[in-house]
């Protein structure tokens, strides 16, 4: 007997059925003046002849727009009778973050990222998470989910990837990565990484990748590029389409791999104020050279506060936001992997 609680989640969708199907997940939201309202969240589910089965999603974090062009472009374009395996698209995956532009969702306050995976009693987030979790990891052999930086920061283009224990998926996750083929791909240690999707996706065995394609709060040219140029090479790689994977950056170098794995390449702001960054992401640092000063506008006799970054390497993240609030991060730093 199943005792597992159930989905409050209902669809039209069939996961198996031949074709191409796009639809949304209807996710219950009773509010003043819609009892029984719903907010439909959109997805595609793209199913060929025999094959691979994949997840693309973006929109975790609403105001990071690059996937949510790419994966909404690939999924209208996508022809399923030229297609083997099976293809889940999911471009807005909180939507009412995405409409209102922001990293947190209007409707429950919560990181989508850090609900996995999830609670079908819970609140707007939980229950979207718990059906993500139970009902299409399992189904997928590859999930690629799209992020860039935000309103906060601006990143360099990269493909991300956890560091695992784990020698072969490290060695079939970084194949995946240099496939998806953006210009950097950073294995790291995170600081709050267990409620994310990518977790969810290994948890359940899948290889796993994400991406920050952009930030400062725009529409990056690059990083739409990128995302949809990486998403086309996967389904390449894996033969679920035609073609062959294009590998090449504009310099005609290849994928970077790179690492986060000290506690020094982060860092915090150590009191609020404004942040004045002296770097640009990608660019080259020291330890002990100037990151940037702190501001304290509102006290006119306290001087700014110089920061020195802690570690050499590259900018990876570099602060888009202005204003700080202790223990914010100010910068994370890049290194070259080292395995």
Not at 76 to 95: E, F, N, T, W, Y
Not at 192 to 205: I, K, V
């Amino acid at each position: 007997m199943d005792t597992k609680p159930r989905s409050r989640i209902f669809h039209d969708i069939d996961f198996d059925k031949p074709g191409k199907q796009i639809g949304y997940l209807r996710v219950p939201q009773s509010r003043d003046g819609g009892a029984w309202s719903t907010i439909e969240i959109p997805i595609a589910v793209i199913n060929g002849s025999k094959g691979p089965a994949v997840f693309f999603d973006a929109g975790v974090h609403g105001d990071e727009y690059e996937g949510q062009i790419a994966i909404a472009r690939m999924a209208r374009a996508l022809d399923p009778q030229s297609v083997r395996g099976k293809i889940i698209l999911m471009p807005a995956v909180d939507l009412p973050a995405a409409l209102a532009g922001r990293r947190m969702c209007p409707i429950d306050g919560r990181d989508f990222n850090r609900c996995m995976p999830g609670d079908p009693r819970g609140s707007f987030c939980a229950m979207l998470a718990h059906f993500i979790d139970s009902v299409i990891m399992p189904q997928v052999e590859i999930s690629v989910d799209v992020h860039a930086a935000g309103n906060a920061m601006e990143a360099a283009l990269s493909t991300t990837m956890h560091w695992v224990d784990d020698a072969k998926v490290i060695e079939r996750t970084r194949a995946l990565a240099e496939n998806f083929a953006a210009p950097y791909n950073v294995v790291f240690w995170g600081v709050d990484e267990g409620g994310t999707m990518a977790s969810s996706a290994e948890a359940h065995g899948a290889l796993s990748i994400s991406s920050e394609l952009g930030g400062y709060g725009r529409v990056s040219v690059e990083g739409v590029r990128v995302a949809e140029r990486g998403l086309y090479n996967v389904l390449k790689w894996q033969a679920m389409i035609d073609g062959e994977p294009d590998l090449s950056q504009p310099d005609g170098s290849r994928t970077r791999h790179m690492q986060v794995r000290d506690a020094r390449c982060y860092l915090f702001a150590p009191s609020e104020g404004l942040f004045e960054p002296r770097y640009l992401p990608g660019q080259a640092v020291r330890t002990g050279e100037l990151a940037g000063y702190l501001h304290f506008v509102e006290e006119w006799e306290r001087a700014p506060m110089p920061i020195e970054f802690r570690i050499d390497g590259y900018i990876w993240m570099a602060p888009g936001s202005g204003r700080v609030k202790k223990g914010d991060v100010m910068a994370v730093v890049m290194q070259d992997y080292t395995g």
